[in-house]
Structures are given as structure tokens and as C-alpha cells.
């Protein structure tokens, strides 16, 4: 199954874009990749996934690299309500959800 | 709105003693699932369901028990034999196990030991 590595935590500034990296090496290609996030005390949020083009939605747009073994979360407008843990997920063989760390993003004002 | 609902969402287990925990979802989903999150951690698979009448262990099921009588519903026990019990629990769901669609979450139940 495909592992991601997330940094730990990152700061961003109140009304600046924050952009979330995440390492997939060994995604195979037809696993997608899952972006959520969990505000304390509640369940995680889904965010939006991708294959292989960008996505965008109203939350958040997804840039996968053209090799697939990375990707970036783009929150374009940081508000203080995006304090959250981010998770980056790639969908196991066994199409389960494997939720590691994440990233703690703090927006600050 | 369509949701998954989970109840309660606090809950206090004696010694020795079994606690149910629900989850109800409106979404028409196949798919269920229970998860487990200790502070700081990620959240680990304790049991998950394809369909009514059928469900499978996740990574860590040993002390929890579930049932699937009803679509819209899966219920999570944990039992006395789970010694360390203390957590928060997220149920989730998707359109089948096979689908790329999301998994979405409900608000959890978080369970403390009296």
C-alpha cells in the first residue's frame, strides 16, 4: 500500500493561499489521492481527491505532479476557521483509509 | 440534510462493562465503517461493513464487536475485554467499498473510563 509523507506542522498567514505538500513515492496508478481535515474534538472533513489532473472545488484545489508522487492541497484564502489537521491519504489495495499524522496548520491573523 | 449521525457524543464505561455506541447514516451508503483515535494519532480501522449482514476486522478489532441488520445502521460494542477503551470514535461511510468516492465522517463519541 502507498504511504504519504506529510510535514508536521505549518504556519500561515490569515488571507494568504497555504499550500500543504505530500510525498506518495510509491502510489500505483490507479489509486487516487484523499485530502481531509479534522478540526479538534470533531470528525475529519473531506476535502476533495484527484487520480491524476487537477482538481479544484469550492474548498480547495489538488496539483498532482505528472509523475503522481506528490502532491499539494491549496487553500487559496487562509481563514482562521482553516485551523485544522490535514491529512493526505492514498487509498490501500484493500480500499481502506489510512489516516497518519498529518499536518497541523495554524492560520494566524 | 443527509448525514451520519453518531450518539452519544460522550459516553463513560464502568469497569467490566459493555458500551454500545451508534451510528445512523440517511446517505443510502453500503459501505460502513468504525474508527479509533488516540490523542495525537491518526485514526486506525476497528470494523468495517460492504453490505447488511456482512462485515469484516479492521487493523484493531479485538475487544469490540459490531452488527449490520439494517442499511442505515452499525453499531459498535465495546466490551469488557477491550482494557484500554479510551478514545474518540468515528463512524464513516461511502457509496460501496469499491467506489473513489469519499468516506464521510460523523462528529464521534468520545468514551472515557469511570
Known amino acids: 500500500d502507498a504511504k504519504t509523507t506529510q510535514p508536521p506542522s505549518m504556519d500561515c498567514a490569515e488571507g494568504r493561499a497555504a499550500n500543504l505538500p505530500c510525498n506518495h513515492s510509491?502510489?500505483?496508478?490507479?489509486?487516487?489521492v484523499y485530502w481531509y481535515r479534522q478540526i479538534h474534538s470533531q470528525g475529519p472533513q473531506y476535502i476533495i481527491h484527484?487520480?491524476?489532473n487537477n482538481e479544484t472545488n469550492e474548498m480547495a484545489s489538488l496539483i498532482i505532479t505528472e509523475d503522481r508522487k506528490s502532491s499539494t492541497l491549496i487553500l487559496p484564502h487562509a481563514t482562521l476557521r482553516d485551523t485544522a489537521v490535514y491529512y493526505c491519504?492514498?487509498?490501500?489495495?484493500?480500499?481502506?483509509?489510512?489516516f497518519g499524522a498529518g499536518t497541523t496548520v495554524t492560520v494566524r491573523a | 440534510d443527509g448525514g451520519i449521525t453518531q450518539s452519544p457524543k460522550y459516553l463513560f464505561r464502568k469497569e467490566g462493562q459493555n458500551v454500545t455506541l451508534s451510528c445512523e447514516q440517511n446517505?443510502?451508503?453500503?459501505?460502513m465503517y468504525w474508527y479509533r483515535q488516540d490523542p495525537g494519532q491518526g485514526l486506525r480501522l476497528i470494523y468495517y461493513?460492504?453490505?447488511?449482514?456482512?462485515?469484516q476486522k479492521g487493523d484493531i478489532a479485538e475487544g469490540y464487536s459490531v452488527s449490520r441488520e439494517k442499511k442505515e445502521s452499525f453499531p459498535l460494542t465495546v466490551t469488557s475485554a477491550q482494557k484500554n477503551p479510551t478514545a474518540f470514535y468515528l463512524c464513516?461511510?461511502?457509496?460501496?467499498?469499491?467506489?473513489?468516492?469519499?468516506?464521510?465522517f460523523g462528529d464521534g463519541t468520545r468514551l472515557s473510563i469511570l
Open positions: 464513516a461511510s461511502t457509496v460501496d467499498k469499491y467506489s473513489n468516492q469519499p468516506q464521510h
Open positions: 491519504i492514498v487509498r490501500g489495495a484493500d480500499y481502506k483509509l489510512s
Open positions: 510509491t502510489i500505483s496508478g490507479n489509486e487516487y
Open positions: 446517505l443510502n451508503h453500503d459501505a
Open positions: 484527484g487520480l491524476k
Open positions: 461493513s460492504q453490505i447488511v449482514n456482512d462485515f
